[in-house]
C-alpha cells in the first residue's frame, strides 16, 4: 500500500511564520576534526527521522499550506565552507517552497558554526534544539561505527490542535481569521538576517546568578529579564514603565498530558508584562513580580490560552499591538539545551541563534539560554545596528551588578 503523502493547512499559529518565511538558526561551535561526510550522513538519517524538516510550504486559497515534498530522494541542502563561524547563515539560500530545513557549516580551521536552520512554522526551540542533540548523535554514531536506524516520527501536530485535545479553548468566540495571501514577489520585504551577538556568563556567574536566584526565590529567567529591562531602558532613553516586555513560555510539560519535544510545532504561550509604576528600579523586584504575574496566568490557564486568544481577540493582545513596536523588548526562552554527544576529538562549546525572516520592520530582540553550564543571551539586532555595542556592554554591567551588589 502506498503511503498517502501529508498535506495540512498551516494553523493560525504556524502560518504567521509562513508569511515572513521565517527561518530560526540552531547553532553549535565545535572544535576539533568535523568529519564531513559522516556529518551529510547524519544529516540524512535525521531528515528521514523527521520528514517535515523535508516538506515545503506552498500558498493556495486555504492559506499556506504544509506539504510533503512528492520526491522521495529530495533531501534539506547541507552547505560546507570556508569564513567566519560566528556568521553561521553566511551564503545559504533558504527557501520555504522547496524545504524547511537546511544544514550550514562555516568553518575557519579546526573551528566551526554548524547552524541547523528550520523554518519556524514547524519548530520552535525546543523542538529544534531535541533534533539538533539527534543530529549529534546520529554523527557519533556515524564516526564510531554504529549503524544507524533513525525511526521515522509523525508529522508534528500545531498549538491549537493540542489545546483543543485538551480541552483548551479561546476565551470568547473565534473572530475568523482570513489565510494570509500567498506573497506577491513585487511586494515581499527583503530578508533581514541577524547573525547575533552573544553575551556569555561564565560558568561561575552563571552560578552566581542561581543562587541570587534561590535566595531570593526569583526565577533565572525573572533575573535576566529585569537587568534587559532596566538596560533597554536605558539604552532607549525611556520611562522603565513605558516598556512592553513580552516573552515566550514552553507549555509542553505544562499541560496535561504533557507534550513531547517534537510531538508539536509551537507549543507556546506569549506573556506580556509592563514595570506598574512605583515599583522599584531593581531587576530583583522586577523579576520577583514577572514571576508572580506568569504563576498566576498558568493557574488560571489565561498563559495556555494566550496564543489563542491573540488571534481571537487581538484587542486583548496588547503587547503584540503594532502600534507599540518601538517599545516591546522581546526575550525568547530556550531553556536548557539538551544534551549532546560528540566523538572523541570534537567539543561542543557553545549554543546560539541567528535568523532569517521577511520584515517591514526590522527590530531587535533578545534569546536566553543554557548550555555547558552557562548562560547566554544573544542580541539579534539587524546587521551595522550602531547601538549594538554600547547595549551589549550595557546589560553586562546590569548583570555584573546584579550579583556584585548582593
Excluded at 266 to 274: A, R, T
Excluded at 382 to 396: A, Q, W
Aim: proline share 8%.
Amino acid at each position: 500500500m502506498t503511503r498517502a503523502a501529508v498535506r495540512r493547512v498551516l494553523a493560525p499559529s504556524e502560518s504567521i511564520h509562513a508569511a515572513k518565511e521565517a527561518y530560526i538558526g540552531y547553532t553549535v561551535r565545535a572544535e576539533g576534526r568535523l568529519d564531513p561526510d559522516a556529518l551529510a550522513t547524519a544529516f540524512d538519517a535525521v531528515t528521514r527521522a523527521y520528514p517535515h524538516l523535508s516538506a515545503r510550504v506552498e500558498f493556495t486559497g486555504e492559506g499556506a499550506v504544509l506539504t510533503e515534498s512528492e520526491d522521495p530522494a529530495a533531501r534539506p541542502e547541507i552547505r560546507f565552507a570556508d569564513g567566519d563561524p560566528s556568521r553561521p547563515l553566511s551564503g545559504l539560500d533558504l527557501d520555504q517552497s522547496r524545504a524547511l530545513s537546511a544544514l550550514n557549516v562555516v568553518r575557519d580551521g579546526d573551528e566551526a558554526g554548524v547552524c541547523l536552520a528550520i523554518q519556524h512554522s514547524v519548530a520552535d526551540a525546543h523542538h529544534a534544539t531535541a533534533i539538533l542533540a539527534e543530529l549529534w548523535s546520529c554523527y557519533t554514531d556515524v564516526v564510531e561505527g554504529v549503524p544507524l536506524d533513525p525511526v521515522r516520527h509523525p508529522y508534528p501536530r500545531s498549538l491549537e490542535d493540542l489545546l483543543a485535545e485538551r480541552g483548551i479553548h479561546a476565551s470568547g468566540p473565534a473572530i475568523p481569521v482570513a489565510p494570509p495571501p500567498a506573497p506577491a514577489p513585487s511586494t515581499r520585504p527583503d530578508p533581514v538576517v541577524r547573525h547575533v551577538v552573544q553575551h556569555r556568563l561564565t560558568a561561575a556567574e552563571t552560578t552566581a546568578l542561581r543562587e541570587l536566584g534561590h535566595r531570593e526565590k526569583v526565577t533565572v529567567n525573572g533575573l535576566v529579564s529585569g537587568a534587559v529591562l532596566l538596560a533597554e531602558a536605558e539604552i532607549r532613553d525611556m520611562p522603565l514603565t513605558d516598556l512592553v516586555y513580552r516573552y515566550s513560555v514552553n507549555l509542553r510539560d505544562r499541560l496535561t498530558p504533557p507534550v513531547g519535544a517534537t510531538e508539536g510545532t509551537n507549543v507556546l504561550g506569549g506573556v506580556g508584562f509592563q514595570v506598574p509604576s512605583g515599583m522599584a528600579p531593581d531587576a530583583v523586584v522586577i523579576g520577583r513580580a514577572i514571576g508572580t504575574q506568569l504563576r498566576a496566568g498558568l493557574s488560571d490557564g489565561s498563559v495556555q490560552r494566550s496564543i489563542l486568544d491573540m488571534f481571537s481577540r487581538p484587542a486583548a493582545a496588547k503587547p503584540w499591538d503594532p502600534k507599540l513596536a518601538l517599545a516591546v523588548v522581546s526575550i525568547m526562552n530556550w531553556g536548557v539545551a539538551p544534551p549532546m554527544r560528540t566523538p572523541d576529538g570534537l567539543r561542543l562549546t557553545n549554543l546560539h541563534s541567528a535568523s532569517r525572516m521577511r520584515e517591514t520592520i526590522a527590530l531587535g530582540g533578545y534569546v536566553l539560554s543554557t548550555s555547558g553550564g552557562r548562560i547566554g543571551i544573544d542580541l539579534g539586532w539587524p546587521e551595522g545596528d550602531p547601538s549594538l555595542p554600547r547595549r551589549v556592554e550595557c546589560l553586562r554591567e546590569r548583570l555584573a551588578r546584579l550579583t556584585r551588589e548582593r
